[in-house]
């Protein structure tokens, strides 16, 4: 796979604009608030839960982080009036984080006071390396005014011990995942194995000390492994859920919702689909090898 990335990413400007689209098309819902909720209602139907987010990173205007904020209390009221099993999640820096951290929290007060209202939860995604600790600050600011909010911890990372350890004193909701974003090895494990040998050891640290855990990956591996914690732990099925992608190992999330655990999967949607795609395939060529896949897709 890695002998092709180098040519993905440099193709990746040329790529037209409909074949992106085409590409992102099974992991997004759509661009609209109606098409969200097709997608969501569908999900539910099937027995999955849902959690959105609004497509965005890094605005660099005070305006889109406010707008933001607003899209986001539309999407909690869409979902009440609607009775959608759906929370949301955010990025930070989608709500101003790198303009003013002041305009950010205030921003993300605004949303969790509307969750609050409609009975719903928040989770704040955590970002590259470069926001890490105002992601875990704010989260832990917010944790002492909200109870519906929760954080990301990422596995490739070498601090994250560290950091779930302070987690695991404030009963913190933690999604734990791998990490998508291409880290520095100083900070960071690069090697595959080492990354899920220290998921693995996280999960068991989250669950022995009564998290609840957003279990989100597609590696069976993984999988697996959790499988076998949460049955050495005798947990049952409300203390933790399993979490996936939109358009992702579809076939592995049935299986795991048919051994009778809870799974929710994670759907994005709006407008800003096309940044957000080619950004992400330009951080993290491990991805682009996804397009390189969907590229020559026979089906
Ligand atoms: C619900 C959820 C929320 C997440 N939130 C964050 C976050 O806040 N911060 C963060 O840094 N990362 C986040 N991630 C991304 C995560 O860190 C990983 O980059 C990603 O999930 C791939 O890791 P994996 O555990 O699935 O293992 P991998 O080994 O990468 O993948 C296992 C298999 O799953 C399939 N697969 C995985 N990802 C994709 C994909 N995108 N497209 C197509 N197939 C794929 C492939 O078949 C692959 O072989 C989130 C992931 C999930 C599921």
């Not at 970002?127 to 911890?153: M, P, W, Y």
């Not at 090697?191 to 040998?197: C, S, T, W």
């Not at 998290?211 to 959790?226: F, N, P, R, S």
């Amino acid at each position: 796979m890695n002998i092709f990335n180098p040519t993905i990413k440099a193709i990746l400007p040329l790529v037209p604009k409909p074949l992106v689209r085409q590409i992102a098309k099974p992991y997004i819902a759509g661009e609209t608030l109606d098409e969200l909720v097709g997608v969501v209602e569908d999900l539910n139907l099937n027995g999955f839960s849902v959690a959105t987010s609004i497509l965005g990173e890094f605005v660099n205007e005070q305006n889109q982080a406010i707008e933001a904020g607003v899209d986001y209390i539309e999407v909690l009221t869409e979902i009440q009036s609607r009775n959608l099993d759906s929370n949301i999640h955010v990025k930070l820096t989608h709500l101003g984080l790198t303009i003013d951290k002041e305009l950010c929290y205030s921003n993300l007060k605004s949303i969790l006071k509307k969750a609050e209202e409609t009975h719903n939860f928040v989770r704040i995604d955590m970002e590259d390396s470069s926001c890490t600790d105002d992601t875990l600050s704010i989260f832990e600011k917010a944790q002492r005014e909200f109870e519906n909010v929760g954080i990301v911890i990422q596995a490739c990372m070498r601090r994250s011990m560290a950091d779930i350890q302070k987690l695991n004193v404030l009963k913190a909701n933690v999604r734990l995942c791998k990490g998508i974003y291409i880290e520095p090895r100083n900070i960071a494990y690069n090697d595959y194995q080492n990354v899920r040998e220290n998921y693995s050891a996280l999960l068991k640290e989250l669950l022995t000390a009564g998290c609840y855990v957003g279990i989100a990956t597609h590696d069976e591996w993984l999988v697996k492994d959790a499988f076998q914690t949460i049955d050495d732990l005798g947990l049952n099925p409300t203390q933790y859920e399993f979490q996936m992608l939109y358009g992702v190992t579809p076939s592995l999330r049935q299986s795991i919702r048919e051994a009778g655990h809870r799974l929710r999967v994670a759907v994005p949607f709006g407008p800003a689909w096309y940044p957000y795609s080619i950004r992400r395939l330009r951080k993290n060529p491990a991805i682009a090898g996804y397009v390189l896949k969907a590229l020559f897709k026979s089906d």
